[in-house]
């Protein structure tokens, strides 16, 4: 069984698109995150829930919104894809606080033509 | 700031070799702080953690991590690596009243048969 999963996992696009990117975690976990990998490998956290209600939102553009619509899922929705927005995106779950171990999903290959 | 570092962005060892990837944290309490695993293509797994009490921990895939409160390090160890451990490393630590996870730059590994 997939702890979390995420889907798709590639998804190529042109500028100014709209698209979805859709997590599930079947842990019975109470938080969620979504973070952004970038071409170095660097991981920025952008957004996480707790039982569906917002806890941490970077300084991450509002063409970006994340949904949770119940404890097992958070989805991310990005509106006019812009060429920076290529990168990989990852799911990840906790029981409770970032003092937690998290539980990542495959991750979510974005690229933006 | 409450912050890691990882000052090797690369390392190569030979297979069979013994292994060491630096972390330094900044932070003022006794933290938190994890190692996790991204092997190609997939998502993050914890090595192991440590939170307080004994300051060598045990992980998962024969890794071991020294606590040094005197050297602000969390260094991670394996006495013999094989082919498969080549993978991109990442020491964390939770910030901000452990809300979010802040993961430093990474350090690649390759194996060398």
């Known amino acids: 069984d997939t702890a979390v999963s995420q889907t798709p996992k590639y998804l190529v696009t042109q500028m100014g698109n709209d698209k979805s990117i859709k997590c599930e975690q079947n842990l019975g976990h109470d938080t969620m995150y979504w973070y952004k990998q970038d071409s170095k490998k660097f991981l920025k956290i952008m957004f996480s829930y707790n039982n569906k209600e917002l806890i941490i939102n970077e300084t991450v553009p509002n063409r970006f919104s994340p949904k949770s619509p119940d404890k097992a899922h958070l989805n991310l929705h990005i509106n006019s894809l812009e060429l920076g927005d290529s990168a990989v995106y990852f799911c990840?779950?906790?029981?409770?606080?970032?003092?937690?171990?998290?539980?990542f999903g495959p991750g979510t290959r974005l690229t933006v033509l | 700031a409450q912050s890691v570092t990882q000052p090797d962005i690369h390392i190569t060892v030979s297979e069979g070799a013994s292994l060491e990837l630096r972390c330094n944290y900044s932070?003022?309490?006794?933290?938190?702080l994890f190692w996790y695993v991204q092997s190609p293509g997939q998502g993050l797994q914890l090595l192991l953690k440590?939170?307080?009490?004994?300051?060598l921990v045990q992980g998962i895939k024969g890794f071991e991590a020294e606590f040094k409160r005197s050297q602000s390090s969390f260094n991670l160890r394996k006495p013999s690596v094989h082919w498969s451990d080549a993978a991109e490393y990442f020491c964390?630590?939770?910030?901000?009243?452990?809300?979010?996870?802040?993961f430093g730059q990474g350090t690649r590994l390759t194996i060398n048969p």
């Open positions: 440590y939170f307080s009490g004994d300051t």
């Open positions: 932070y003022g309490a006794t933290p938190y």
């Open positions: 964390a630590i939770p910030i901000q009243g452990a809300q979010k996870l802040v």
């Open positions: 990840a779950s906790s029981q409770g606080s970032g003092r937690d171990t998290q539980y």
